[in-house]
């Protein structure tokens, strides 16, 4: 237990259950107004879990910057305990030799400019199967569901990239167990995710399917990668078993540590770049005259010859705006991934001892008023001169986390973004459906991952204390 007096302000909790109460359906919501009372660095109890949370710029710099190696590593997660290898992943990896031994082989083997540069070819085609089918519903007036057609589409490109087959050719479980983990990752209510063991259960079984699926996928590719000189590119698994084959890591690397890189890979690229589309997309119908801008822009520098490509996006300034302003808005992961602490730290006069977690929300940074002016409303052109970037340099403005963790996959996962917001503006002349107006569009955020990411093991832990507690206390227990 951490003692009370030293850690940041924070809302007076309730026995067991902590604030838990005080969240409704968007956590980072909830976090931002709370955070007006008690300041940009606070505790917030989680059960019996106590979680420091940052919200604005200052904070963020010194937990991500200042103190970047201390708060490095992540809290213990039931989910991805059971689902990605006991933690052996990147994504949920604890600090320390074998993260970086990881993290330094993904950037350099997997996620290196060559390596994504590799499959320009395959995005550009997986674009333009989307471009002719929406040329196709257009022609006939129909309506389209965008935003399944960019999930399937970042699907397909991530499972093209890393497996080397579409997602729509995946086999069926593999399909369901993402579906499954999304549909969890979507429950409403917070009483849904209990009880815990039942969900701990199903944890377990999805790990073993998952691994069921990624065992065929190295099956399908020993040997094949030798033979099939035709291949035009190597995807992620035939470069990750070269790696094992070679047997020339620095540490510790067999089938385990290649399927929790395979795993992290999808689950990282499946839902974050189409997620960022159709928040940028959306903002775009809502405002149609950055619409026009965008579409002037794209004309002059694209021109009539239709397909937009990768090298046209360095000279896309007005469009690198809209990106920015889209994650300043609706970035995918609101409160980062949990960061915590691996030793004890003095921060802005608070004492946060070892082992804490800690969220830093982007979220509310993207909407300070200290920091941005209107921050509700989508204004591109506040960009215009200024040298606020999303590459984890400005505090300000953290899509893709900063430092250490921050996220490997940002190059790529912002060239996606861009290629596919651009070629859909400058193909098409949009129009909302059954005379929708752009001021109707719901921008509601659904309950998304942070909340299962921020909370299910603090839940899970809270239990196990109360456990212990009744274990060492029979009389408690009897009388309970
Ligand atoms: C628009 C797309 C994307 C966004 C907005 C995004 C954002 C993020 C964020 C916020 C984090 C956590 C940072 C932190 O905890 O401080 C992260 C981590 C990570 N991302 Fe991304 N990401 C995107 C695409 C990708 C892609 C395409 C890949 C790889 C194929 C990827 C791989 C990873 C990995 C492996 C981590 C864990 C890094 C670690 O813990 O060391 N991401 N990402």
Known sequence: ????????????????????????????????????????????????????????????????????QIFASRPHHAACYYIFYKQRNLIMGKYGPYWRHMRKLCTLQLLNNVKINSFQSMRKQEVQILVNFLEKAASHRDVVDLSAKLTSLSANMACLMVIGKKYNNVDGDFKDMVQEMSRMAATPNLADLFPFLRLILRMKQIAKSCDEFLENVIDEHTGQYLSDQSKTSIDMVDTLMEIMQSGETEFEFDRRHVKAILLDLLVASMDTSSTSIEWILSELFKHPNVMKKLQSELDNVVGQKGIVEEKDLENLDYLNMVIKEGFRLHPVAPLLLPHESIE?????????????????????????????????KFIPERFVESTIDVRGQNFQLLPFGSSRRSCPGLQLGLTIVRLVVAQLVHSFDWELPNGTMPNDINMTEKFGLDLLVAFMDTLTTTIDWILSELLRHPNVMENL
Request: glycine share 8%; with cysteine; aromatic share 10%.
């Open 1 to 68: 237990f951490i003692k009370r007096k030293k850690l940041p302000p924070g809302p007076i909790r309730l026995p067991l259950i902590g604030n838990l109460h005080m969240f409704g359906e968007n956590l980072h919501q909830d976090l931002y107004k709370i955070a007006k009372k008690y300041g940009p660095i606070m505790t917030i109890y989680f059960g019996l879990v106590p979680t420091i949370i940052a919200s604005s710029p200052h904070a963020a710099q010194l937990f991500l910057k200042n103190h970047d």
């Open 344 to 376: 004890d730290c003095t921060l802005d006069g608070f004492q946060i001892p070892k082992g804490s977690r800690v969220l830093v929300n982007v979220w509310a940074i993207g909407r300070d008023p200290d920091v941005w002016h209107e921050p509700e």
